[in-house]
């Protein structure tokens, strides 16, 4: 039976390269009708966050993908995490045998030393290979070493014999003089398994069958399969090395787009306050300032603060960044697969269905593959229209709990009115931006200064707007005034009512509605403004404009002039409705 794994470091938010290996290894696991581990690797005490390892479980559930064995499900070859299985002492027990056979040995350098080391290679422009011990120290001399305070570490002796081919399902036979490799820490001074090491094991003891990672780990691969062997673990799992993925601006992509970004935003802007955006990101001045340097970067949630802070929207990179930004499960699983993947047909838009039932390791290709954002955007927008309403429902309102938006006070009806209205929407923060107005409070209205300049300064806007609010309280104190006999304000009352005051104006529909639609969000862009009526009532309808009838023309310092108003709309006429 197949079994894959996905290995991640517990370092930081799952990201895209991240998400991709792991969908990949949950692929081929879900086609075989195998099995898919999820392991944590957070054997480096410096580099793990606490919180990051609930953050990839919560990334990998929000994708859809679920593990069979692994941290929270059930755990036959448990623990799931290495930290648990160090204390354990599994790591201790293979590294003892390797010590026993003489295919190990201890080593007692400081790091001063080691970089003494380093530099001679340096100098001599080779790698730093390490210089093998004639004769291997015993426990005494590591009792010996550890008394006087010298960090003590085991390597592993590579065999040098021959070099060592790995066979990739993606790259074939790719061949490591054995000598490069050089002999390697398996045990750390802290008494950790290194991760070449943990890695191992755990393959074997979790009845690994394929290893699925990143191209980056190419390099990795020898020694572990080297390592393999030497602890007798029999059969090799086959090794599969993803292809890279490059960003549009060119190079790797890298989780190191969004700390660059938010780097040179900081760098723009004129006069800005640092002690404020230290105290946001709370961390010291000195890390602030090592930062722009270029030559720190802080944790992730400190960069995302700072950059809400002060307004700039950077590149998605971390799955839940993607989830900020409005886009579905299955869009990013989609996207996701395309990346060193495709079916070999024409298809691209694929449910999860689809593609359990179409990925074969054997269509892996070997060339780059471009995070192309706008293909995103593109799957995005298909996958909204796809999904059926009731999921999509669903997802919207994960959404909207995310980002925490006034549009979570809707129910769910109003929710999927919404959804409707906003056909052909490219995001869900799409339909969030449109359609959030309706759940602010009439104060809470902000008005877009360009929107009031084009639609509502320029030309008769605030005139409009003047005809529209008479029109509309007539309607409602004077029951002759009603269209057909509705009594409510409703979405086609509100159609004809601008259609007719566009007739009347000799103009078309949009210099009518733009004023309204502005004076109801603060901006252009919304929901149907008939639509808009109905759902917001007409006492909420005729505050806002009320509001920005006051408010507009006061902020761009225009007298209010009441004469302006149309006589005809002034006029009590039962007629002039
Ligand atoms: N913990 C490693 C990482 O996050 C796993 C590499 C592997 O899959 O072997 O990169």
Same mark, same amino acid.
């Given at each position: 039976m197949?079994?894959?794994?996905?290995?991640?470091?517990?370092?930081?938010?799952?990201?895209?390269?991240?998400?991709?290996?792991?969908?990949?290894?949950?692929?081929?696991?879900?086609?075989?009708?195998?099995?898919?581990?999820?392991?944590?690797?957070?054997t480096d005490l410096k580099r793990n966050t606490p919180t990051a390892m609930q953050q990839v479980i919560n990334d990998l559930r929000w994708l859809?993908?679920?593990?069979?064995?692994?941290?929270?499900?059930?755990?036959?070859?448990?623990?799931?995490?290495?930290?648990?299985?160090?204390?354990?002492?599994?790591?201790?027990?293979?590294?003892?045998?390797?010590?026993?056979?003489?295919?190990?040995?201890?080593?007692?350098?400081?790091?001063?030393?080691l970089e003494a080391m380093r530099e001679e290679a340096t100098d001599q422009k080779q790698n730093l290979t390490y210089r093998r011990p004639e004769i291997f120290p015993d426990e005494k001399d590591a009792a010996k070493a550890r008394s006087e305070g010298r960090p003590v570490t085991v390597r592993f002796a590579v065999p040098q014999d021959e070099d060592i081919i790995v066979q990739d399902i993606v790259r074939g036979e790719v061949k490591f003089a054995a000598s490069e490799i050089g002999d #390697?820490?398996?045990?750390?001074?802290?008494?950790?398994?290194?991760?070449?090491?943990?890695?191992?094991?755990?393959?074997?003891?979790?009845?690994?069958?394929?290893?699925?990672?990143?191209?980056?780990?190419?390099?990795?691969?020898?020694?572990?399969?080297?390592?393999?062997?030497?602890?007798?673990?029999?059969?090799?799992?086959?090794?599969?090395?993803?292809?890279?993925?490059?960003?549009?601006?060119?190079?790797?992509?890298?989780?190191?787009?969004?700390?660059?970004?938010?780097?040179q935003a900081i760098k723009t802007i004129e006069n800005i306050d640092l002690e404020k955006l230290a105290q946001i990101g709370n961390i010291n001045s000195e890390e602030l300032e090592s930062f722009i340097k270029g030559k720190t970067t802080p944790d992730m949630p400190v960069i995302d603060a700072m950059a809400e802070y002060i307004g700039v929207e950077l590149p998605e990179i971390n799955?839940?960044?993607?989830?900020?930004?409005?886009?579905?499960?299955?869009?990013?699983?989609?996207?996701?697969?395309?990346?060193?993947?495709?079916?070999?047909?024409?298809?691209?838009?694929?449910?999860?269905?689809?593609?359990?039932?179409? #990925?074969?390791?054997?269509?892996?290709?070997?060339?780059?593959?471009?995070?192309?954002?706008?293909?995103?955007?593109?799957?995005?927008?298909?996958?909204?229209?796809?999904?059926?309403?009731?999921?999509?429902l669903g997802h919207l309102k994960d959404y909207l709990k995310t980002i925490n938006s006034p549009v979570l006070s809707a129910d769910d009806e109003q929710l999927k009115r919404i959804i409707i209205l906003c056909e052909g929407a490219r995001t869900l923060a799409d339909i969030e931006r449109k359609s959030r107005f309706l759940f602010l409070e009439n104060d809470k209205i902000v008005y877009d200064d360009d929107a009031i300049k084009k639609?509502?300064?320029?030309?008769?806007?605030?005139?409009?707007l003047k005809n529209i609010q008479a029109k509309i309280e007539k309607f409602v104190t004077n029951p002759a005034c009603r269209i057909d006999g509705q009594e409510k304000v409703t979405a086609e009352y509100t159609e004809k009512l601008l259609r007719s005051i566009a007739e009347e104006r000799k103009v078309g529909l949009g210099?009518?509605?733009?004023?309204?639609?502005?004076?109801?969000?603060?901006?252009?862009?919304?929901?149907?403004?008939?639509?808009?009526?109905?759902?917001?009532?007409?006492?909420?309808?005729?505050?806002r404009i009320d509001n920005a009838l006051n408010v507009i023309p006061a902020k761009a310092g225009i007298q209010k002039n009441d004469d302006v108003m149309d006589s005809r709309v002034r006029g009590n006429d039962k007629k002039e409705c």
């Amino acid at each position: 039976m197949v079994v894959t794994r996905f290995a991640p470091s517990p370092t930081g938010y799952l990201h895209v390269g991240g998400a991709r290996t792991a969908l990949f290894s949950w692929l081929w696991a879900r086609h075989t009708g195998g099995k898919f581990v999820l392991r944590i690797e957070d054997t480096d005490l410096k580099r793990n966050t606490p919180t990051a390892m609930q953050q990839v479980i919560n990334d990998l559930r929000w994708l859809g993908i679920e593990w069979d064995e692994g941290p929270e499900v059930s755990e036959p070859n448990g623990p799931y995490l290495q930290s648990q299985r160090h204390q354990q002492g599994i790591y201790d027990k293979y590294v003892n045998q390797l010590l026993g056979e003489g295919k190990a040995y201890y080593c007692f350098d400081t790091s001063e030393e080691l970089e003494a080391m380093r530099e001679e290679a340096t100098d001599q422009k080779q790698n730093l290979t390490y210089r093998r011990p004639e004769i291997f120290p015993d426990e005494k001399d590591a009792a010996k070493a550890r008394s006087e305070g010298r960090p003590v570490t085991v390597r592993f002796a590579v065999p040098q014999d021959e070099d060592i081919i790995v066979q990739d399902i993606v790259r074939g036979e790719v061949k490591f003089a054995a000598s490069e490799i050089g002999d #390697f820490i398996i045990k750390k001074s802290d008494g950790f398994p290194t991760y070449n090491f943990a890695c191992v094991v755990d393959d074997y003891l979790m009845k690994i069958t394929h290893v699925i990672r990143g191209q980056e780990h190419l390099n990795n691969t020898p020694g572990q399969q080297a390592l393999w062997q030497a602890l007798g673990f029999g059969q090799l799992p086959q090794y599969v090395h993803m292809s890279v993925t490059v960003s549009e601006g060119g190079g790797k992509l890298s989780k190191r787009e969004r700390p660059k970004a938010l780097r040179q935003a900081i760098k723009t802007i004129e006069n800005i306050d640092l002690e404020k955006l230290a105290q946001i990101g709370n961390i010291n001045s000195e890390e602030l300032e090592s930062f722009i340097k270029g030559k720190t970067t802080p944790d992730m949630p400190v960069i995302d603060a700072m950059a809400e802070y002060i307004g700039v929207e950077l590149p998605e990179i971390n799955i839940v960044d993607f989830l900020r930004s409005g886009y579905l499960p299955e869009t990013m699983v989609n996207f996701l697969a395309f990346l060193g993947w495709n079916p070999g047909d024409n298809r691209e838009i694929m449910s999860i269905d689809e593609l359990v039932r179409a #990925f074969d390791l054997s269509r892996l290709t070997k060339s780059n593959s471009l995070f192309d954002r706008q293909k995103l955007i593109a799957f995005n927008t298909e996958h909204i229209k796809m999904t059926p309403r009731e999921k999509l429902l669903g997802h919207l309102k994960d959404y909207l709990k995310t980002i925490n938006s006034p549009v979570l006070s809707a129910d769910d009806e109003q929710l999927k009115r919404i959804i409707i209205l906003c056909e052909g929407a490219r995001t869900l923060a799409d339909i969030e931006r449109k359609s959030r107005f309706l759940f602010l409070e009439n104060d809470k209205i902000v008005y877009d200064d360009d929107a009031i300049k084009k639609v509502l300064l320029k030309g008769d806007g605030l005139d409009v707007l003047k005809n529209i609010q008479a029109k509309i309280e007539k309607f409602v104190t004077n029951p002759a005034c009603r269209i057909d006999g509705q009594e409510k304000v409703t979405a086609e009352y509100t159609e004809k009512l601008l259609r007719s005051i566009a007739e009347e104006r000799k103009v078309g529909l949009g210099k009518v509605a733009q004023p309204l639609r502005v004076a109801l969000c603060g901006g252009t862009i919304s929901i149907s403004i008939f639509e808009a009526v109905e759902m917001l009532g007409k006492e909420k309808t005729l505050a806002r404009i009320d509001n920005a009838l006051n408010v507009i023309p006061a902020k761009a310092g225009i007298q209010k002039n009441d004469d302006v108003m149309d006589s005809r709309v002034r006029g009590n006429d039962k007629k002039e409705c």
